[in-house]
């Protein structure tokens, strides 16, 4: 079952030329992989082109054993991790028309160096736009001296936001673009401006909480959210409202109020970690299975939005895959198989996209998640060219890169792909080594295609070779299952074949070990 090379021999097309009897047929196109081999890529499932169910079966060694059963999830497991994604909403579910204000640092450590003030507006506003029934209605850049004091914005600037706000009465919420209101700031806020104050923080975690797909993806969300509660406790206990809280004890039991509830937090936490480390488990023992097999993992990575998950599907031809035109509408890491041009399969990662200024435990919720990358043997940065701010983001995601410690090699050998050229008449890229494209209307992906056969082939030494084998032996089957078989030139009076694959030096150590000249 986890032998997907099994269903490139059963399936893949072999051309034939039998000396004086003709030129080879045409190539018929390519197989769809097996749905039974799927599930040796992750939680997230490996996605065929066209679907699962269409491919053909797998011959050979294809039942699971020993460590690669998968063990069925115990019923008190799920119904615990059942119980831990049960959370309050973060924010209103109904129509929020919003104030957008953004508080701009002009001198200080605070002062972002890499960035202006109207792609912050432009990145936070298109946040709001991700959520269903919210619109903008007002923007601010509002310049403070005070990014750490207690309400940011000093009393002359908080009198004018107030007067400004509680005179229009189209606002109903406000969203400041800062990536983390302490409890008692917003609550000010709020008391002095009569509508609900949001932070960057809740906005991103709340879009993420709605697209986690998988179980995985829906616990980080839930470990990222612990922060957040942890400041609502300390803030509801500091004010005791005279029902059991602030210092006084619960039923005798020995622990205040405050006490108890963060005993609760830290077990929620623990409980959520270790939901997680089984998870990740699973993750390991298929990412060795992946790596028995030896298909090369291609990694794709870039800015939110930028078309990793279009660019993916354009590489493979999975109707399945269904890009979203909205920040962060890939959280799940998801692996989609696909051909190279020397019929080599190759897995894609897609990957949750990257964000400047993403709140840190997001990030560290997620950093597993990102596992796959640096277990990959290329990285794809794909970019959105038409961005205004194009450059800005291709810094913030190569320094999330390199915060990741990925080795030095796949960095150093990572392909850049330039994204939606297609909106850029005669764009051609200033870096030579790039690859411009349209994944949207296939533009520029025969190139693409070859860049990253080259490229696999040097990361994995894989090497296109011409080998004679004996027809009467088993090496030609050995050759299906072990390697890519591009070409089989048939010599019958010799009883031979001259078979040209794509084999990488394992693969081929292990052919000669099996079958010495």
């Known amino acids: 079952m986890w032998a997907l090379r099994a269903a490139v021999r ?12 003709g030129a080879p047929r045409a190539a018929p196109s390519l197989p769809a992989l097996p749905d039974r081999a799927l599930a040796a890529f992750g939680p997230g499932g490996l996605k065929g082109p066209g679907g699962g169910g269409r491919g053909p079966r797998a011959d050979g060694p294809s039942s699971r054993t020993g460590e690669e059963e998968e063990e069925p999830e115990d019923a008190e497991e799920k119904e615990e991790e059942e119980e831990l ?26 002062k972002q160096q890499l960035t202006g003030a109207e792609w912050q507006v432009a990145e936070a506003e298109a946040l709001v736009h991700t959520l269903d029934g919210w619109s903008v209605v007002e923007r601010m850049v509002v310049p403070t001296k005070t990014p750490d004091g207690k309400l ?17 009465p189209e606002i109903t919420a406000v969203f400041l673009n800062v990536e983390r209101l302490a409890t008692p700031t917003k609550k000010e806020l709020e008391a002095s401006w009569g509508v609900p104050v949001f932070d960057r923080f809740t906005v ?88 028995r097999q030896e298909f090369p993992v ?42 190279l041009p020397s019929r080599m399969a190759v897995i894609y990662m ?13 990030i560290d919720s997620f950093s597993a998640t990102l596992e796959d990358v640096a277990r990959s043997d290329l990285i794809v940065h794909v970019r959105d060219v038409t961005h205004p701010e194009t450059e800005l983001q291709k810094a913030s995601v190569l320094s999330s890169l390199h915060g990741l410690r990925l080795p030095a090699p796949l960095l150093d050998s990572m392909l850049e792909v330039h994204n939606k050229t297609d909106l850029v008449p005669g764009y051609s890229p200033a870096e030579p080594q790039a690859v411009a494209v349209s994944a949207l209307l296939g533009h520029g992906l025969p190139e693409l295609k070859a860049r ?12 296109v070779l011409t080998l004679r084998v004996r027809l009467a032996g088993t090496q030609l089957s050995w050759l299906h299952r072990e390697a890519t078989v591009q070409d089989v030139d048939v010599i019958p009076e010799a009883g031979v074949a001259d078979v040209t694959v794509v084999i990488s030096k394992s693969a081929y150590g292990k052919f000669r070990k099996l079958f010495p000249e």
């Open 85 to 110: 994604l049960r959370r309050d909403p973060l924010l209103p579910a109904e129509t929020q028309r919003v104030c957008l204000i953004h508080p701009e640092v002009k001198r200080g450590p605070r």
């Open 350 to 362: 897609d990957t949750i996209g990257f964000l400047s200024q993403l709140p840190h435990s997001l």
């Open 452 to 463: 990253l056969e080259d490229a696999i082939r040097r990361a994995t030494g894989r090497q």
């Open 10 to 21: 059963s399936g893949a097309w072999v051309s034939r030329v039998v000396r004086g009897r």
């Open 298 to 339: 291609i990694a794709v990575v870039g800015y939110t939005n930028c078309g990793k998950t279009t660019l993916i599907k354009a590489l493979t031809g999975d109707d399945t895959v269904q890009p979203r035109d909205q920040l962060f509408a890939t959280l799940d890491v998801t692996a989609h198989a696909g051909w």
């Open 204 to 291: 991103v975690l709340h879009i993420f909480r709605c697209n986690a797909r998988t179980k995985e993806a829906r616990l980080q969300v839930a470990l990222a959210e612990l922060p957040l509660l942890r400041s609502h406790l300390k803030s509801s206990t500091a004010h005791p409202d005279g029902q059991g809280r602030g210092s006084r004890y619960i039923m005798g039991s020995g622990e205040s109020f405050m006490q108890v509830q963060q005993r609760l937090l830290k077990e929620k936490e623990m409980k959520i970690r270790k939901a997680l480390e089984r998870l990740r488990q699973k993750r390991r023992l298929l990412g060795r299975q992946r790596r």
């Open 152 to 168: 940011i914005f000093g009393k002359g600037t908080l009198e004018h936001l107030t007067e400004k706000i509680r005179g229009s």
